[in-house]
């Protein structure tokens, strides 16, 4: 069975930066898209970037472009999140996915397994 485990989450000031893993068990990890999406207090779970396993690709969302950035490891099984420049709206739960559509996904739909998530706060 696929499991999926964020790490790097934590309390950072504002301007500075984080770096956000999450490592995969189970699973052929070479297969599947990675997603990040993020959930802050009282609004819905966002998409914020995705890497596809087929000739990878990434894509952002905007408010996050040229700030974060996703990258892979298929030998370590682990995806991750550099997120600079962090802003406190950049506060929030953020949950790594896995997905086995072979270009870059943005649904919630579009992704098979979860982590249970990371909190990142940031302070103004």
């Known amino acids: 069975q696929v499991q999926l485990v964020e790490s790097g989450g934590g309390l950072v000031q504002a301007g500075g930066s984080l770096r956000l893993s999450c490592t995969m068990s189970?699973?052929?990890?070479?297969?599947?898209?990675m997603g990040w999406f993020r959930q802050a207090p009282g609004k819905e779970r966002e998409f914020v970037a995705t890497?596809?396993?087929?000739?990878?690709?990434?894509d952002y969302r905007d408010s996050v472009k040229g700030r974060f950035t996703i990258s892979r490891d298929n030998a370590k099984s682990t995806v991750y999140l550099q997120m600079s420049s962090l802003k406190p709206e950049d506060t929030a739960v953020y949950y790594c996915?896995?997905?086995?559509?072979?270009?870059?996904?943005?649904?919630?739909?579009?992704?098979?397994?979860w982590g249970p998530g990371a909190q990142v706060t940031v302070s103004s």
């Open positions: 189970g699973g052929t990890f070479s297969y599947h898209t």
């Open positions: 890497i596809s396993w087929s000739s990878p690709r990434t």
């Open positions: 996915a896995a997905g086995m559509r072979s270009g870059p996904s943005y649904r919630d739909y579009e992704y098979d397994y």
